[in-house]
């Protein structure tokens, strides 16, 4: 609880996969509605670029995420060498 009121912990990335599923169920459903509509190629498109755009502005997002985590591993293994006296 102290990681979240504190914000060391990131609770963003877990939001990020809730929105990447719900991104795809919205491509689904975009999809069926062009179906319905006729629109056979333009459902096929909204399937394939839209899954594939959704996959990647959530990696892209949770990249952000980790490239943070990693830093934060790296600030606190400089100031674990700081402190015990190794330059």
Known sequence: MQDLLGFDK???PIIIRILYFLGLLGVLVMT???LFQGRILPAIGILVF???MVRVYS???ILLFRIHDN???INQQMKDRNSSGQL
Request: without cysteine.
């Open 32 to 34: 069926v509605v062009s």
């Open 71 to 73: 830093l934060v591993s």
């Open 10 to 12: 990131m609770v963003t």
């Open 50 to 52: 839209g899954a594939i």
């Open 59 to 61: 990696e892209l997002l």
